[in-house]
C-alpha cells in the first residue's frame, strides 16, 4: 500500500491511499489542478482513483469535489449527512446524484481490494468520519478535525502501519491569537480541533513497534507552526510515562498545507 499527502491544512485537505489494484483520494479541498499535479508527482492522474471519501462538508474538504466529479465521474464515498449538506452547497456546482454512495460510519465497506472503515468524530459538520483503510498486508487511517477523542477512536488507530492525524493548534497561540472570542471557543471545544499537545497525548496510546510513518496533519495557518507542531508532538510521547516510546523512536513529519508530502510505501 501506499500512502501520501497533496495538501493538508486548514486550507485544503486531500489525501491519496492505495495499492496496486485500487486507490482512493480522501477529501478533495483544493483545486482539480493542484490535485492532478500532486498525482502526478508520484505517476498517479485523478483518473486513477477508483473512489473519492468525504469526511465532511466543510470547504477545505470538498472545494474540488465539483470539478472533479465532473470531469473525471468519480464515485464519491459520504455518510448520508455528508451528502445532504454536499448538495445544498451551491458554489461547487450540479454534482451528477448518481455519483454519491451513501456509507454509515463504523460499518466497513469494500473498495477494490480495499476494505474500509468510516468511523465517527466529533467535529461541526452534519455527519463527520475519519477513515481506516487497509488491504491484506497494510492498515492506514485519515484521522482529522475532531474535537475530542475516545475509546472508539483510539481503538480504531490501533495496529496501524501508518497515520495522518491532525496536529491542528498550539494552544497558546490560540488563546493570544487574533481570532474572535467565538472562534476560539469552538477551535478549542469538543467539536472543535485537536491541538499539539492532543495530538501527541493520542499517539502515545496507539503506537506500536511496526508503526512505518506518521504525518502531522492540518496545521493551522494562524495557530501553529510546522516545527512547533512536530517537537510538541515527539514531547508529548517521549513525556507519557506509560508507553514505553519516545518521540524519536518513530518517523514522524509535517504534512504540508502547499506541498505533496513524501510517500509512505508498506
Same mark, same amino acid.
Not at 30 to 49: H, L, V
Not at 126 to 143: F, G, L, T, W
Given at each position: 500500500?501506499?500512502?501520501?499527502? #497533496?495538501?493538508?491544512?486548514?486550507? %485544503?485537505?486531500? #489525501?491519496?491511499?492505495?495499492?496496486?489494484?485500487?486507490?482512493?483520494? $480522501?477529501?478533495?479541498?483544493?483545486?482539480?489542478?493542484? #490535485?492532478?499535479?500532486?498525482?502526478?508527482?508520484?505517476?498517479?492522474?485523478?483518473?486513477?482513483?477508483?473512489?473519492?471519501?468525504?469526511?465532511?462538508?466543510?470547504?477545505?474538504?470538498?472545494?474540488?469535489? %465539483? &470539478?472533479?466529479?465532473?470531469? *473525471?465521474?468519480?464515485?464519491?464515498?459520504?455518510?448520508?449527512?455528508?451528502?445532504?449538506? $454536499?448538495?445544498?452547497?451551491?458554489?461547487?456546482?450540479?454534482?451528477?446524484?448518481? /455519483?454519491?454512495?451513501?456509507?454509515?460510519?463504523? @460499518?466497513?465497506?469494500?473498495?477494490?481490494?480495499?476494505?474500509?472503515?468510516?468511523?465517527?468524530?466529533?467535529?461541526?459538520?452534519?455527519?463527520? &468520519?475519519?477513515?481506516? #483503510?487497509?488491504?491484506?498486508?497494510?492498515?492506514?487511517?485519515?484521522?482529522?478535525? /475532531? %474535537? *475530542? *477523542?475516545?475509546?472508539? $477512536?483510539?481503538?480504531?488507530?490501533?495496529?496501524?502501519? !501508518?497515520?495522518?492525524? @491532525?496536529?491542528?493548534?498550539?494552544?497558546?497561540?490560540?488563546?493570544?491569537? !487574533?481570532?474572535?472570542?467565538?472562534?476560539?471557543?469552538?477551535?478549542? %471545544?469538543?467539536?472543535?480541533?485537536?491541538?499539539?499537545?492532543?495530538?501527541?497525548?493520542?499517539? =502515545?496510546?496507539?503506537?506500536?513497534?511496526?508503526?512505518?510513518?506518521?504525518?502531522?496533519?492540518?496545521?493551522?495557518? @494562524?495557530?501553529?507552526?510546522?516545527?512547533?507542531?512536530?517537537?510538541? &508532538?515527539? /514531547?508529548?510521547?517521549?513525556?507519557?510515562? =506509560?508507553?514505553?516510546?519516545?518521540?524519536?523512536?518513530?518517523? $514522524?513529519?509535517?504534512?504540508?498545507?502547499?506541498?505533496?508530502?513524501?510517500?509512505?510505501?508498506?
Amino acid at each position: 500500500m501506499d500512502f501520501f499527502s #497533496i495538501a493538508s491544512g486548514s486550507s %485544503g485537505n486531500c #489525501i491519496c491511499v492505495g495499492d496496486d489494484h485500487t486507490h482512493v483520494m $480522501i477529501d478533495a479541498g483544493i483545486s482539480g489542478k493542484r #490535485i492532478e499535479a500532486g498525482m502526478n508527482k508520484y505517476d498517479y492522474t485523478t483518473a486513477d482513483m477508483n473512489g473519492l471519501l468525504v469526511t465532511h462538508e466543510h470547504s477545505d474538504h470538498v472545494s474540488g469535489l %465539483g &470539478v472533479i466529479s465532473r470531469k *473525471y465521474h468519480i464515485p464519491i464515498y459520504a455518510t448520508a449527512g455528508t451528502i445532504r449538506a $454536499i448538495r445544498s452547497m451551491k458554489s461547487l456546482g450540479a454534482i451528477d446524484d448518481s /455519483l454519491f454512495h451513501v456509507i454509515k460510519p463504523d @460499518e466497513d465497506f469494500t473498495l477494490g481490494s480495499l476494505t474500509i472503515h468510516p468511523f465517527h468524530i466529533s467535529h461541526d459538520a452534519a455527519d463527520p &468520519v475519519a477513515y481506516r #483503510i487497509e488491504n491484506n498486508k497494510s492498515k492506514v487511517a485519515v484521522c482529522t478535525d /475532531l %474535537g *475530542y *477523542y475516545d475509546n472508539n $477512536i483510539i481503538e480504531n488507530l490501533t495496529g496501524l502501519d !501508518a497515520m495522518l492525524l @491532525e496536529a491542528n493548534h498550539d494552544i497558546h497561540m490560540l488563546e493570544v491569537g !487574533a481570532y474572535p472570542y467565538p472562534l476560539k471557543q469552538r477551535i478549542l %471545544g469538543d467539536f472543535g480541533h485537536l491541538s499539539n499537545e492532543a495530538s501527541g497525548k493520542l499517539l =502515545s496510546q496507539v503506537l506500536h513497534d511496526n508503526v512505518k510513518h506518521v504525518f502531522l496533519g492540518h496545521l493551522s495557518h @494562524e495557530n501553529n507552526y510546522p516545527d512547533l507542531a512536530y517537537e510538541t &508532538v515527539r /514531547l508529548e510521547v517521549t513525556m507519557d510515562n =506509560s508507553t514505553p516510546y519516545t518521540g524519536a523512536d518513530f518517523n $514522524i513529519t509535517v504534512a504540508s498545507r502547499s506541498d505533496v508530502s513524501e510517500r509512505v510505501v508498506m
